[in-house]
């Protein structure tokens, strides 16, 4: 019997995870995301012939996918973090899927499972950052990271209005179906693990709703919110009523 075992080369020249790894992933995940950011509501909008309605719509959405995220903790307990990430990834493809039967059953599922994919991409690769990447080199790593985003959130949007308008709604969707998939293949090919030296605590987790008052005890904390928040509530008005704007304009020629 034959002691040899020939071992894959590429295995262990595979270099370890740095800012380009997360930058590269976030990169992909902001063109899947990005790619129909300005065609959902233009398609909310020829399905529900209503602005106020559609504005209903997108606060259901939000605070549904809002429970999803406060919960998101349990489930990354639950299951392993790269399940909990390659979830995420599919749920923007099935959301595509959705999406294409252009029906008010089909808006509302595909939403919902653009919310819950992105909250659960977003979340694990905040934890896979925290693991791999240093303190004293955060600041550099956030910083690339966004300014590859830039790349996608600009031209994403117009790509996606470029297809939607010239080649239907299954081009603008299956383009996002086919970032999803290269944004699968791009995170098992990095084979991200979680830190050795992290090891989780033997006391029982709290449940997240009993962390909120403790949350908004904090002045730093309440502040940071509302920065973030703030900045949400500006990138979903222009993102959602831009579109209807500019569509209702040009309708009305």
């Not at 398609?43 to 606060?59: D, G, K, M, P, R």
């Not at 039967?101 to 939403?111: R, S």
């Not at 084979?191 to 029982?204: A, C, H």
């Given at each position: 019997?034959?002691?040899?075992?020939?071992?894959?080369?590429?295995?262990?020249?595979?270099?370890?995870?740095?800012?380009?790894?997360?930058?590269?992933?976030?990169?992909?995940?902001?063109?899947?995301?990005?790619?129909?950011?300005?065609?959902?509501?233009?398609?909310?909008?020829?399905?529900?012939?209503?602005?106020?309605?559609?504005?209903?719509?997108?606060?259901?959405?939000?605070?549904?996918?809002?429970?999803?995220?406060?919960?998101?903790?349990?489930?990354?307990?639950?299951?392993?973090?790269?399940?909990?990430?390659?979830?995420?990834?599919?749920?923007?493809?099935?959301?595509?899927?959705?999406?294409?039967?252009?029906?008010?059953?089909?808006?509302?599922?595909?939403?919902?499972?653009?919310?819950?994919?992105?909250?659960?991409?977003?979340?694990?690769?905040?934890?896979?950052?925290?693991?791999?990447?240093?303190?004293?080199?955060?600041?550099?790593?956030?910083?690339l990271r966004?300014?590859?985003?830039?790349?996608?959130?600009t031209g994403?949007?117009t790509l996606?209005?470029?297809?939607?308008?010239?080649?239907?709604?299954?081009?603008?969707?299956?383009?996002?179906?086919?970032?999803?998939?290269?944004?699968?293949?791009?995170?098992?090919?990095?084979?991200?693990?979680?830190?050795?030296?992290?090891?989780?605590?033997?006391?029982?987790?709290?449940?997240?709703?009993?962390?909120?008052?403790?949350?908004?005890?904090?002045?730093?904390?309440?502040?940071?919110?509302?920065?973030?928040?703030?900045?949400?509530?500006?990138?979903?008005?222009?993102?959602?009523?831009?579109?209807?704007?500019?569509?209702?304009?040009?309708?009305?020629?």
């Amino acid at each position: 019997m034959s002691t040899h075992v020939r071992h894959p080369i590429w295995l262990p020249a595979l270099r370890a995870a740095d800012a380009r790894t997360f930058a590269s992933l976030y990169a992909v995940e902001s063109f899947a995301r990005a790619t129909v950011s300005s065609v959902i509501p233009i398609q909310a909008y020829e399905i529900l012939h209503n602005e106020q309605i559609v504005s209903i719509l997108y606060t259901i959405v939000a605070l549904l996918g809002l429970s999803v995220t406060l919960f998101m903790p349990m489930l990354i307990r639950r299951f392993a973090r790269r399940w909990v990430y390659t979830a995420g990834a599919c749920l923007l493809a099935i959301g595509s899927l959705f999406f294409v039967t252009h029906t008010l059953a089909g808006q509302l599922a595909g939403m919902l499972c653009r919310v819950m994919g992105a909250s659960a991409l977003s979340i694990t690769l905040n934890l896979y950052i925290m693991d791999h990447i240093r303190k004293t080199d955060f600041m550099q790593a956030e910083s690339l990271r966004m300014a590859w985003s830039m790349l996608a959130w600009t031209g994403g949007p117009t790509l996606g209005i470029f297809l939607y308008t010239r080649f239907g709604i299954y081009a603008a969707h299956g383009a996002v179906a086919v970032f999803a998939l290269a944004l699968l293949a791009l995170f098992w090919t990095y084979r991200l693990g979680d830190n050795p030296s992290i090891r989780p605590g033997k006391t029982r987790p709290a449940n997240p709703l009993a962390n909120i008052g403790r949350f908004v005890a904090q002045p730093r904390l309440r502040l940071a919110w509302l920065i973030a928040f703030g900045r949400s509530c500006f990138w979903t008005t222009f993102f959602v009523y831009g579109p209807l704007f500019m569509g209702c304009t040009f309708a009305a020629r």
